[in-house]
């Protein structure tokens, strides 16, 4: 059974940083590709980035391009979202993905907070 558990979110003022890190267990990491949404109250959860099984390609959505990364570790069975440049409509829990085959997964979500 595959775990995902996000860590890093927080309050930071708009034009600061933040990393967000998700750590998998329960399967094998390194054979799928993993993502990053987020959904803001009111909202439905939304699409910020992908990557694929090696970490050689991604995919942000245009909202994030230019100032979100997210990268892999797969000796650590992690992966991260390095945030950079954050503004309020970026406020929304950010949620870790994984897709194997039929089954997705997701973790609990950790809130990220941008005050003006």
């Known amino acids: 059974q595959v775990q995902l558990v996000e860590s890093g979110g927080g309050l930071v003022q708009a034009g600061g940083s933040l990393r967000l890190s998700c750590l998998a267990s329960?399967?094998?990491?390194?054979?799928?590709?993993m993502g990053w949404f987020r959904q803001a109250p009111g909202n439905e959860r939304a699409f910020v980035a992908a990557i694929d099984m090696t970490g050689g390609i991604t995919n942000y959505a245009n909202s994030v391009k230019g100032r979100f990364t997210i990268s892999r570790d797969n000796a650590k069975n992690t992966v991260l979202l390095e945030m950079n440049t954050l503004n309020p409509e970026d406020t929304a829990v950010y949620y870790c993905n994984l897709v194997a085959g039929s089954l997705n997964y997701w973790g609990q979500g950790t809130q990220v907070t941008v005050s003006s």
């Open positions: 329960g399967g094998t990491f390194s054979s799928y590709g």
